[in-house]
């Protein structure tokens, strides 16, 4: 499949596949952001996508991000018809302050 897109700002980075066989798009944030421990944070990708006829998106989680940083994502449904930024929304399950995550690379999967 491939995925129908359009840039929403300067800032938007093309979904990117991480090779010929993978399930998804790779997503980058447009912005830098910081997770507080224990908080969420919905970060914006300045793109925008064309899903086919009687299909949806789903924003999944990278086992990298879960293992190394303690970040899900969760929300992670874009329906046929959505045609806005598309955000993933980020958790931080650690309470350690010195923990902050400075994210530049979204590491989410678009299924």
């Given at each position: 499949m491939h995925l129908r897109f359009a840039?929403?700002?300067?800032?938007a980075t093309a979904p990117t596949k991480g090779s010929a066989r993978a399930v998804g798009y790779d997503l980058y944030s447009a912005y830098d952001y910081t997770v507080p421990p224990m908080e969420k944070v919905l970060v914006k990708t300045d793109i925008?996508?064309?899903?086919p006829s009687g299909c949806y998106g789903r924003v999944a989680p990278r086992s990298g991000l879960a293992a190394k940083h303690f970040i899900d994502v969760g929300a992670g449904v874009i329906d046929e018809d959505y045609r806005g930024n598309v955000g993933v929304v980020l958790f931080l399950?650690?309470?350690?302050l010195c923990c902050k995550i400075n994210l530049i690379k979204v590491d989410a999967d678009l299924l």
């Open positions: 840039r929403l700002s300067e800032h925008q996508i064309a899903l399950f650690t309470n350690v």
